[in-house]
């Protein structure tokens, strides 16, 4: 069987110009998403919220059967009830819920009401795969637009409230002793997953967004000795995750998302082997 | 002389429950004053302390804070944890960025010089204890508020803790505000002893709470035993009570 891609590559001229190249599409894609991913991945990993992505992902399936039943943006569907998500899991664990039993009913139930959800919208059930686990070949220009642009916004946030940002998630005691208020950094965290789960939807699917933020953050762990080398590192890493997994996924016919993980896996047994402490 | 710190009438609810950690407590600090607050387990300290810094709502009464009061705080019973890789001459810089000379200067104040390149992760409970006060100390503050900080120190690192918390107050002038176990070490350098259990069970200097019928019966009668025994160790160099007045004019003596 030929791949759809395949039928493209052969059929466009090469001297293309380069946007046109859907390879290169998908590529830039996949570097937007990783220079965001590794930062706020490293929040994730900081504060051991790999499950609290995984809810936010979740929830992004139900985003995307509200947005196919109401005709609006795939983007503007994940983003709204990934928020929603992310502000409900902060409410009930400020009500002093236990976190992790709390996240589990909301992320697990999350994916199923969208996947029953999915299931009425009939031009969305063939489609389904391509948000389970992404489709980055096709992303078009306007869908890159919005990655680099929600990216920039992310980082440019994460950038300007850097040092609030480490210094609660180091110790809330001492941010507070320093006039800084935990709950506003928990939410710009919270905020900026919300945003990043739904720009990477279309990158590598909701079941992949967390691996995405955590893999890379976990190779660039062993590998750095301040939270700026190893926020840096994993955006590195993600970077590299996802030109070697596309190139991977080319030469091999694999799925691109997929793909991109398993080369961010690799990374991170060889920052196991290289560990610095 | 007005108070750094001054809590009138505070009341505070253990949070979600209208159930009184601590009632009708009063409180005041001075500039340069050392105040040790004791009590047993769950009798409100640490909620004192956060309740004077502003962290944590109060269901009656009022803080007053001195307007530009600097104050350089040591929590109760930090623990970092090692997911984030945080090495001692970062840590000097959250949140606020100092240079270079001032982060070695710092940490020679303290006693750990040359660590900065150590990950936080690698330094022993000592080293650790000595850079949070390190942090504490940055930016001058007015007030050093110490909560239990000689937690998971051995006797000879508690004993030259408390020492280095004296020589610093001595070169700084700065007030210190501390929360405390150690009751016999810490009581003899304190200007003023609060023994707190809910509420102020009883103050005054510590030669005066420690033989306070209140305190006894907190900590039990062998208490003052144990502190005058502890006052004799430790200035090994001469027996007598009135030298160690004369060591110590801040100290506890029986007529200070």
Known sequence: MIMPWIRRITTRAAPARMLDDFFIRGLLAGLGLAVVAGPLGSFVVWRRMAYFGDATAHAAILGVAISLAFGVSIYLGTLATAMAMAVTVSALVSRGQAMDTMLGVLAHSALAVGLVGVSFVPSARTDLTSFLFGDILTVGRPDLALIWGGAALVLALLVWRWQRLVTATLNEELAMAAGIDPRIERLVLSISLAVVVALSIRVVGSLLISAMLIVPAAAARGLSRTPEAMAAAAALIAAGAVAAGLWFSLRLDTPAGPSIVVAAATFFVLSQVFRRG | ?256
Not at chain 2, 48 to 58: D, E, K, S, T, Y
Not at chain 2, 115 to 130: A, I, K
Not at chain 2, 210 to 234: C, I, Q, T
């Open chain 2, 1 to 256: 002389m007005s108070a750094l710190i001054e809590a009138r009438d505070l009341t505070i609810w253990r949070p979600g429950t209208k159930e009184p950690v601590l009632s009708h407590v009063d409180f005041r600090i001075d500039p340069g004053e050392v105040v040790t607050v004791v009590g047993p387990n769950g009798s409100g300290k640490s909620t004192l302390v956060r309740a004077l810094l502003g962290h944590m709502p109060l269901a009656g009464g009022q803080v007053v804070r001195q307007a530009g009061l600097r104050i350089g705080y040591v929590p109760q019973r930090v623990q970092l944890d090692t997911a984030m890789p945080m090495n001692v001459r970062r840590f000097l810089s959250l949140p606020r960025r100092i240079d270079a000379a001032a982060a070695s200067a710092i940490l020679a104040r303290t006693g750990v010089e040359g660590l900065e390149r150590r990950p936080l992760s690698q330094l022993s409970g000592g080293q650790f204890q000595r850079v949070l006060l390190a942090r504490a100390l940055l930016h001058d503050p007015h007030l050093l508020v110490l909560d239990e900080p000689t937690q998971g120190l051995d006797q000879p690192g508690l004993v030259a803790f408390y020492k280095l918390i004296d020589e610093v107050r001595r070169q700084t002038g700065a007030a210190v505000l501390l929360v405390s176990h150690d009751l016999l070490v810490v009581m003899r350098s304190s200007d003023r002893v609060i023994c707190l259990n809910g509420h102020v069970c009883c103050e005054g200097s510590p030669r005066q709470v420690s033989s306070a019928p209140e305190y006894r019966a907190l900590f039990g009668g062998g208490a003052e035993g144990m502190l005058a025994l502890y006052r004799h160790d430790h200035d090994h160099d001469h027996d007598h009570a009135v030298d160690q007045a004369h060591h110590h004019p801040r100290g506890a003596s029986p007529d200070a």
